[in-house]
């Protein structure tokens, strides 16, 4: 008998080969994480496609990153002017109405902030430098820019703010912007609300 008959009489077990040693359960190997879906984050929300805002659009928005470096850092217009002009995509600004605004603002400061101070719910101090710089340049409008509808003025001012400002800042802006408007273009607000084209209040 052989060796192999042997041992398989000795155990009970059927002669043959021996059986392989069943290996430990092993964890099945976790599937590769899939790729992110997760969208890459947007970009900041543009009311407009740059390339199709008109250049007094472009104009408020270089002067209201020339009036958020006034508001914030103290720095005097010239060499905020000086800056802004070689700033990529300056050229296609009307550079005049961005002057306007920009050394307006900066020089009638006070006498702004005299006009919307009062419609405020807040001080003056805690607006944020954006709804600041917004509210100048609207108020600013109103009173030296009557070529500019009082309306375009502030649709503007509230696309500034919602494209540059905080959540909900633009509403903000639009409530102290209407409030002046009925000030200092009390004619043309008239006008509007008698034919349906301004509701007070409303965000545009």
């Known amino acids: 008998m052989s060796e192999a008959t042997k041992e398989g009489a000795g155990t009970g077990k059927a002669p043959g080969k021996a059986p392989e040693k069943v ?3 092993v964890p099945e190997k ?5 790729p992110d879906k997760t969208p890459e ?17 472009r104009a408020r928005e ?21 800056f802004t002009r070689a700033l990529s995509g300056f050229h296609k ?3 005049v109405h961005y002057d306007a605004l920009l050394r307006g603002c900066i020089a009638q400061a006070s006498q702004l902030d005299a006009l919307i101070e009062p419609l405020l ?3 003056l101090a805690e607006l944020s430098p954006i709804e600041h710089a917004v509210m100048w340049m609207g108020a600013y409008e109103f009173m030296h820019c009557a070529d500019v509808p009082w309306r375009v003025v502030l649709n503007e001012c509230i696309e500034l ?20 408007a009925v000030t ?8 509007d609300r008698a034919s349906g084209k301004a509701r007070p209040g409303e965000v545009k």
Do not use: M
Not at 70 to 78: K, L, S, Y
Not at 184 to 191: D, I, N, S, Y
């Open 184 to 191: 200092l273009r009390p004619a043309e607000v008239q006008a």
């Open 62 to 82: 270089f002067a209201l990153q020339g009036l958020y470096q006034h508001i914030v850092g103290r720095q005097e217009a010239q060499a905020i002017d000086d």
């Open 121 to 123: 719910d807040r001080k």
């Open 41 to 57: 984050k947007a970009p900041p929300k543009t009311p407009r496609k740059s390339a199709a805002k008109p250049p007094r659009s």
């Open 161 to 180: 703010a919602k494209e540059f400002g905080g959540t909900d800042g633009h509403k903000y802006v639009n409530g102290v912007l209407s409030g002046l």
């Open 23 to 25: 290996p430990e359960k």
């Open 30 to 34: 976790a599937p590769e994480k899939a």
């Open 93 to 95: 600004a009307d550079s």
